[in-house]
């Protein structure tokens, strides 16, 4: 499903588990018995922010690097640099990663509907990205 907006900045946008109905004997829990989730599935990162994205700004990097004259000084080292500080700023997330956050962190949102909590990269406590399933050979 996607999103009809996108977060700014350093925040991402998440689906919140949903919290158990019921203990593992069968109790039901009622509404204000239950904790607040702490886990959510990210569903939409910043536009700049995606892994895709990430690859290709280094990949165009060394193209125009590789177009300069050879009597231009360049310092790789340097360019690295600004654009790994601009990165490391940010939140590794990419939609899909499954997320714990603050009890009381981010902010809740209704958007098309449907309940989503907007986090800061700072509230994310862990972060798990599901593994890909390998090609079957045959």
């Known amino acids: 499903m996607t999103l009809s907006f996108a977060p700014l900045g350093n925040r991402v946008i998440v689906r919140r588990h ?3 109905e019921k203990t593992p004997g069968g109790i039901v829990i009622p509404e204000n018995a239950k904790d607040v989730v702490t886990r959510g ?3 939409a990162v910043p536009l700049d922010l ?4 990430r690859e290709a700004v280094v990949v165009e990097l060394s193209n125009l690097l590789s177009m300069l004259p050879a009597d231009r000084h360049v310092d790789p080292y340097r360019i690295a640099t600004s654009i790994g ?3 490391a700023k940010r939140a590794p997330l990419d939609v899909g990663d499954v ?3 603050g009890k009381y962190s981010g902010s809740d949102v209704t958007i098309d509907g449907e309940p989503y909590t907007i986090l800061s990269s700072e509230d994310v406590r862990a ?6 399933e390998e090609p ?3």
């Open 18 to 20: 949903v919290a158990d």
């Open 41 to 43: 599935d990210v569903v």
């Open 50 to 53: 995606n892994a895709e994205r």
């Open 85 to 87: 500080d601009a990165f």
């Open 99 to 101: 997320v714990i956050f």
């Open 127 to 132: 972060a798990s990205r599901p593994k890909k």
């Open 136 to 138: 079957a050979d045959g």
